[in-house]
């Protein structure tokens, strides 16, 4: 089936310890971008993407890294775990085209606890 | 800048009562509007969008106006199911800024 697909889907860390959460899509979709949801506080972005070898900062990318070689994949690195990164994490695209009537697709998530 | 504000929860309604989930948004121009679901344990689903002002978008017995005037988007249904248990997101598609969710609980 079509859509966003994140890996692992739980996880739990030590700090300090660095790991990976990958994501991948299959619609050729340009827009990717990462968002962590922690509860009262909606979803927020980390980091975006408008195209293979393209990224930018969101609202709250310190302590997270990403690069886009290629337009399936939008890795979201964190190279030294640290317990205000417990969240959960959501990776999602969109065509650039007709953002405004396709809206965004989501993955099913990856919940990060870092002890 | 723009931002989205979201009736805060969590709300619980027994079945078959009328829901409001209020949403009011502030933003520079006149941006797509959309209100995504989030079912227990899932990622977040499109449930409707309005993309103008005066636009009513509908889905599963949802419906939402967009209002310039008062510049919200309040998600409204006539008789929730259990089932409707979720959090809700009003999101602004402009910069695809999020309200804080409200979570729903249906009881039978």
């Known amino acids: 089936n079509a859509g966003v697909t994140q890996t692992p889907k739980f996880q739990v860390l030590k700090t300090g310890q660095s790991m990976t959460l990958q994501c991948a899509q299959d619609?050729?979709?340009?827009?990717m971008s990462w968002y962590r949801q922690d509860p009262g506080m909606g979803l927020r972005l980390i980091h975006y993407?408008?195209?293979?070898?393209?990224?930018d900062q969101g609202e709250v990318p310190n302590g997270y890294n990403v690069s886009r070689s290629t337009t399936e994949d939008f890795p979201l690195r964190l190279l030294s775990a640290a317990p205000s990164q417990t969240s959960v994490y959501f990776c999602?695209?969109?065509?650039?085209?007709?953002?405004?009537?396709?809206?965004?697709?989501f993955g099913s998530g990856t919940r990060l606890t870092v002890v | 800048g723009d931002s989205v504000t979201q009736m805060e929860g969590p709300v619980t309604l027994s079945e078959e009562a009328f829901l409001t989930i209020n949403c009011t948004y502030t933003?520079?121009?006149?941006?797509?509007l959309f209100w995504y679901v989030q079912y227990p344990g899932e990622g977040l689903q499109l449930l409707l969008k309005?993309?103008?002002?005066?636009d009513k978008g509908s889905n599963k017995g949802f419906e939402a106006t967009y209002r310039k005037e008062t510049t919200s988007f309040h998600l409204e249904k006539g008789s929730v199911q259990v089932s409707d248990s979720a959090v809700y997101f009003c999101?602004?598609?402009?910069?695809?800024?999020f309200g804080q969710g409200t979570r729903l609980t249906i009881n039978p």
């Open positions: 999602a695209s969109r065509n650039r085209v007709s953002p405004l009537n396709y809206g965004y697709t």
């Open positions: 619609m050729n979709h340009e827009y």
């Open positions: 993407s408008v195209g293979a070898g393209i990224t």
């Open positions: 933003a520079t121009g006149y941006p797509s």
């Open positions: 309005a993309t103008k002002a005066d």
């Open positions: 999101v602004s598609a402009q910069k695809l800024v």
